[in-house]
């Protein structure tokens, strides 16, 4: 097996090019995971096939819920909101996924038995603690490794509604209580500071759950009543703009380039990084825009920046850009001037601590950059920087938004790249490697 890939010379321009990118991971996961609760067939189509997912899956397989991957849907047969197959030393592994640990601890607050759940590397060093803490005052039991995987959850017979307090802006969070909320008989009430809202589209939209949401300026009210049964649903799921972030950041940082990416999902509560971009000077534009369950759907035109100036950003996009700045970063390094980021301690406790590794990659492409008080960077960006000869990326336990990252820098930058851990991409965009070759992209 190859150890890494190299990556040796810029790519050179891609003109008016259109491109997809696959399903959105955060609605294939939830639509796994749903569907499973609902009373029948529920049909996906353009899911996205990624390890993530494909872990979502097996897992939910154990639980004794029919799921057929087909080429071009997923079906899932839903045996209703109590309808798992409780088995005793039942083992769930959520390999790299935080939302799939997250969110299936909230489907399991009803289990018979305990059951464990384990991740790989990167999974057990994140925090269990902000899911176990409200699941447990619905009622189920937790036996953990200080707020880490593994974790033994039990259930109770007698769940019951809470009152929660979401605090860190984070949608697995948001999302754990509302899904635990249909296994009550009541009503939930949440108070969460803004994160991305498909859980609520999904309820409201797709499942047709009781749900009320009040958007305030700093925070939503969002009220879920538990139900006896619900309806089954198909879902058409829209091409995932974390994926889409990796080509229009390389689209504005190439010379003479314009993209088209369709159909992708431009939800107001994702799209930061676009309007980041945009403020630091790039040249983007929606169009086709259409709404699907709730959902904004559109295809997204890109073209290179002649200059890209530098921005001091506030907290208040944090959420909606959270799995992108790492991409920020890069463009940040290009613009002219110095910018700056703040309140970003929600990024080392991702898949790997992108915001040091950010700092780490930036450092090592002769970036001057400095982490700041509250967790925050400070960019000194500059239009051109001197190529070095090497540039490696290890050990940073297999990260698949470093690794995309890595890749987008050296086809911008040049110099010789040597990217380890090659398959790591596939967690969350198995085409990717493709995808770029299909620009143009010379990779070995
Ligand atoms: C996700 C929410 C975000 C994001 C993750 C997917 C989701 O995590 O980083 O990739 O699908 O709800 P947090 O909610 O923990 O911020």
């Known amino acids: 097996m190859r150890k890494f890939i190299s990556i040796q010379q810029k790519i050179v321009k891609f003109k008016k090019k259109i491109i997809s990118v696959p399903g959105d991971k955060s609605l294939s996961i939830r639509f796994i995971l749903l569907s499973s609760l609902t009373q029948g067939k529920c049909i996906a189509y353009n899911i996205l096939k990624s390890e993530d997912v494909i872990s979502a899956i097996k897992n939910i397989k154990k639980l004794g819920i029919k799921i057929v991957l087909k080429e071009s849907n997923c079906e899932v047969y839903g045996k209703g909101l109590f309808g798992y197959?409780?088995?005793k030393n039942l083992v769930l592994d959520a390999g790299n996924s935080g939302t799939t640990a997250r969110l299936l601890c909230s489907t399991l607050i009803d289990a018979k038995f305990p059951i464990k759940i384990i991740g790989d590397k990167s999974l057990i060093k994140r925090d269990m603690s902000r899911v176990i803490k409200p699941l447990k005052l619905f009622g189920a039991k937790f036996k953990d490794n200080n707020g880490k995987l593994p974790i033994l959850i039990e259930g109770s017979k007698f769940t019951k509604p809470i009152n929660y307090k979401e605090n860190l802006g984070s949608a697995q969070c948001k999302s754990a209580v509302m899904i635990a909320a249909l296994k009550t008989f009541g009503t939930t009430k949440i108070k969460s500071l803004p994160s991305r809202n498909h859980t609520e589209l999904l309820f409201k939209n797709a499942l047709n759950v009781p749900i009320k949401v009040i958007n305030k300026k700093k925070y939503d009210l969002i009220e879920v009543k538990g139900k006896s049964e619900i309806k089954p649903f198909d879902y058409k799921i829209p091409g995932d703009v974390s994926s889409a972030a990796f080509f229009i950041v390389l689209t504005i940082l190439s010379k003479n380039s314009k993209l088209i990416l369709k159909n992708v999902n431009i939800n107001p509560s994702r799209v930061g990084i676009i309007t980041i971009l945009k403020m630091m000077g790039a040249k983007i534009k929606?169009?086709?825009?259409?709404?699907?369950?709730?959902?904004?759907?559109?295809?997204?035109?890109?073209?290179?920046?002649?200059?890209l100036k530098a921005i001091n950003l506030n907290s208040s996009l944090n959420s909606s850009a959270i799995d992108e700045f790492l991409l920020i970063f890069l463009v940040a390094s290009k613009c002219d001037g110095v910018s700056s980021f703040v309140r970003l301690s929600e990024l080392n406790k991702k898949e790997s601590k992108r915001l040091d590794w950010g700092i780490k990659i930036l450092k090592m492409m002769n970036v001057k950059v400095i982490k700041t008080k509250n967790n925050g960077i400070k960019i000194w960006g500059r239009k051109t920087f001197p190529v070095k000869k090497k540039y490696i990326i290890k050990n940073y336990l297999k990260d698949h938004r470093i690794f995309m990252l890595s890749a987008i820098a050296a086809l911008s930058l040049g110099g010789n790249w040597k990217i380890y851990d090659p398959n790591s991409f596939k967690t969350s965009f198995p085409t990717f490697l493709k995808t770029l070759i299909s620009l143009g992209a010379k990779i070995k």
């Open 286 to 307: 929606f169009f086709n825009k259409k709404k699907y369950k709730g959902e904004i759907i559109g295809d997204i035109f890109v073209e290179s920046a002649n200059r």
């Open 85 to 87: 197959k409780y088995k």
